[in-house]
């Protein structure tokens, strides 16, 4: 399995941005997708996922209401669309994956491939 994350950028705070995470490698099993982020000095914490089983999704208190992440037709993309951006939304976002019926934020164990990570600043 591989992931390509892309998407990142420089934004105002209040504004927004939307990531992808391409995946190939997709044979056999239903699997999960999630998005985490890590900022300078702090772990890499969930910030949302999805399951290919039925879409059920999880996300990070922090960014309820603001962010959605979703999946298309084909399941092997994974977005997550960043609006009302704050500065604490700084950081570089990963894109995870592995078999499993159900997501997960709780932590990047969770998932065994990783995307190469793309970075999102956004300014005050």
């Known amino acids: 399995v591989q992931l390509q994350a892309s998407g990142g950028g420089l934004v105002q705070a209040g504004g927004s941005l939307r990531l992808s995470c391409a995946g190939s490698?997709?044979?056999?099993?239903?699997?999960?997708f999630a998005w985490f982020r890590q900022a300078p000095g702090k772990e890499r914490e969930g910030v949302a996922c999805i399951a290919s089983t039925d879409g059920s999704t999880d996300y990070a208190d922090s960014v309820k209401g603001r962010f959605t992440v979703s999946l298309n037709n084909a399941k092997d993309t994974v977005y997550l669309q960043m609006n009302s951006l704050k500065p604490g939304d700084t950081a570089i976002y990963y894109c995870?994956?592995?078999?499993?019926?159900?997501?997960?934020?709780?932590?990047?164990?969770?998932?065994?491939?990783w995307g190469q990570g793309t970075l999102v600043t956004v300014s005050s």
């Open positions: 995870g994956a592995d078999i499993w019926d159900e997501c997960s934020i709780k932590g990047p164990y969770y998932y065994r491939h």
């Open positions: 490698g997709f044979t056999l099993g239903n699997f999960a």
